[in-house]
């Protein structure tokens, strides 16, 4: 194992232990299933193989971010974890923090933040803006050649993934305030823009990414364009999975009078506590 992979592990353990501490009820099987699994994505994703084989095929990278950005997330945020992640920490941490997050002059800064993130299109834009400048060449190769920059391109992936996937799928104390019609045009939007993506990288006629072409040599044989090409499906294909089921889901629960009544109760403020 190498340095770079400590803080993964660490981050993921720490959140499993708390999840499990949590205190009440059990998680029901199938949530905290989600959250482990979600977990064990983000591991599997930035340790291990996934990661050694990354800087060898722009193919396995992009998987790596997919899973980062389109299964992690939603996964973890289907496991309601925030309050029991929060109920092991002693309670007078928690009203520090809580009361300082509320009140302090301090915090107005993330506060602030946390009110212009809470829009539904800035969070849908700041995750796009994230997957189009990280895929820029200059960029791209720089996190290949940086193991710090690779660090800040998974870490703002997975903030912006959040702050996304936040708006589709309710995880208490935080809750979207889309109706389900707005949910599947969110996904289907953010969606198009991976389409996008995947078009640019299967239709350049050279490869765009000199990291790539300046392997001596790739498994399989692959040309770099012909890896390339690989990416753009994994980007068109499976990174379109979680989005096309979010988009049926919810034209289902629209068309459901029930789950209609029920996602207007709910539809209330984000709240931070």
């Known amino acids: 194992m190498s340095a770079a992979d400590a803080p993964p592990l660490l981050v993921a353990a720490l959140a499993a232990t708390l999840y499990a501490a949590g205190r009440g009820r059990s998680a029901p099987p199938l949530r905290a299933a989600a959250f482990y699994g979600g977990v064990a994505v983000v591991v599997l994703a930035l340790v291990g193989p996934v990661d050694t ?37 002693p309670l007078g941490a928690r009203r520090a923090v809580a009361g300082g997050l509320a009140r302090s002059s301090w915090a107005a800064p993330l506060r602030a933040l946390g009110r212009a993130v809470s829009a539904p299109w800035v969070a849908w834009g ?26 800040l391109e998974h870490l703002t992936f997975v903030v ?14 935080f809750r979207t305030r889309l109706s389900y019609v707005q949910r599947a045009v969110y996904a289907a939007l953010a969606m198009i823009a991976g389409w996008v993506l995947a078009l640019v ?10 990291h790539y ?3 001596a040599h790739r498994p399989g044989g692959l040309s770099a364009l012909s890896d390339q090409q690989i990416a753009a499906g994994v980007m068109w294909v499976p990174g379109s999975v979680a989005l096309f089921a979010t988009i049926v889901i919810s034209f289902y629960r629209w068309l459901d009078p029930t789950a209609s009544r029920r996602a207007r109760r709910h539809a209330l403020p ?3 506590h």
């Open 53 to 89: 084989y990354a800087d060898e095929l722009f193919a396995v990278h992009m998987a790596q971010h997919v899973m980062l950005m389109l299964v992690a997330p939603p996964l973890v945020l289907l496991g309601r974890p925030w309050m029991r992640m929060w109920q092991p920490i």
């Open 126 to 151: 700041l995750m796009e803006v994230a997957i189009a400048a990280w895929h820029l060449p200059s960029a791209y190769d720089a996190t290949l050649a940086s193991q710090a920059v690779h660090d």
């Open 160 to 173: 912006t993934a959040f702050l996304f996937w936040g708006k589709l799928i309710d995880s208490p104390p």
């Open 201 to 210: 990288l299967a239709f350049s006629p050279h490869p765009l990414y000199s």
């Open 213 to 215: 072409v300046e392997l």
């Open 270 to 272: 984000s709240s931070p």
